[in-house]
């Protein structure tokens, strides 16, 4: 065998040996396991905000924003806050313009089964001065949490267990029962979003004052999201209650009449 082409078969072995291991480097990191912490980040511009089908901000805008942690395990926690104004509206708060939701717990499958379960604590946090004298406790409030869901449908009950619920004087107990629906519109990235909720509330404000009887209500509502590749969620919904709405009077107006809301949100 002549020197040149053993030259050349040396040559081409080295050049084989070099693009086996450049080829065989991404498979190894390919190869690595998957880290089991997931972040995740929205905001949010609102024409107001909504919660349980009642105005939180006058009808005035809302800006939303949250940070959620997940563990491949299931276990997770989340921060989520907005700007309000009920709580000075009413006349019972000073510098109060902010609500901060804290909230963890636990998620998985039942099986093979396909239905979901979830079930956690959420913290409702209103930096603010209570108004000496205002017919309201602290409007801070602790609930606890449990939900079913299978495909687009979910159930969702939660339950006061503070000593009041929303400045509801003796509202330990108070709950919240709900059924939702999103329902996805074919590959258009349209959402179908439907709910029915009812909110029951337990103790009494006053001797022979049943916060049931004044409070208690349900609400409903009606709504279309499309979703785009990008994490930008576009939308608006239909709310309405069939509240007293004389008692829900803040700033001389029903903060439980029907309203309509749109928005706009990045999820990062």
Known sequence: MNKKLITLLVLGTLSNAAFAEEAAAPAAAAAEPASPHTFSYNIGLYSQYIFRGLTQTGEEPAIQGGVDYSHASGFYLGAWASNISWLEDGGVYDNSSLELDIYGGYRNTIGETGIGYDVGVLQYIYPGDRVPGAAIDDAETTELYGALSWKWLQGKFSYVVSDDAWGTI???????????????????????????????????????????????????????????????????????????????????????????????????
Do not use: C, M
């Open 170 to 268: 003796d509202g330990q107990g108070t709950w919240y029962a709900e059924a939702n629906a999103n329902i996805p519109v074919g590959e258009t990235g349209f959402t179908v979003n439907l709910h029915v909720g009812r909110q029951e509330f337990d103790g009494e404000s006053a001797p022979g004052v049943s916060n049931d009887d004044l409070y208690t209500y349900t609400d409903w509502k009606l709504g279309v999201t499309k979703s785009f590749s990008n994490g930008v969620n576009v939308g608006g919904y239909y709310t309405d209650t069939n509240a007293k709405e004389a008692n829900w009077i803040y700033a001389g107006e029903s903060i439980a009449k029907e309203q309509f809301t749109v928005f706009v949100q990045k999820v990062f």
